[in-house]
């Protein structure tokens, strides 16, 4: 059986480790109808559009709640 004959140091353990915990920035796509960033495969946020109908109503900014 494969034993290892030195010990690896903490430090290279946690080399190995450290790519399992890497955020990855989401892929943003523009939107067919309104162009801005959406991400693929969803609902886009600004007008409500997926798939060429529109799934839901879009969303309001904060200003207009006031």
Same mark, same amino acid.
């Given at each position: 059986?494969? !034993? @290892?004959?030195?010990?690896? %140091? *903490?430090?290279?353990?946690?080399? $190995?480790?450290?790519?399992?915990?890497?955020?990855?920035?989401?892929?943003? !796509? @523009?939107?067919?109808?309104? %162009? *801005?960033?959406?991400?693929?495969? $969803?609902?886009?946020?600004?007008?409500?559009?997926?798939?060429?109908?529109? !799934?839901?109503?879009?969303?309001? %900014?904060?200003?207009?709640?006031?």
């Amino acid at each position: 059986m494969a !034993v @290892p004959k030195r010990r690896k %140091s *903490s430090s290279k353990r946690d080399m $190995r480790r450290a790519h399992h915990d890497k955020i990855t920035a989401p892929t943003l !796509v @523009p939107c067919p109808n309104c %162009s *801005s960033p959406m991400v693929p495969h $969803r609902v886009c946020p600004s007008c409500g559009m997926y798939k060429g109908r529109r !799934v839901v109503e879009p969303s309001q %900014s904060q200003d207009s709640n006031e």
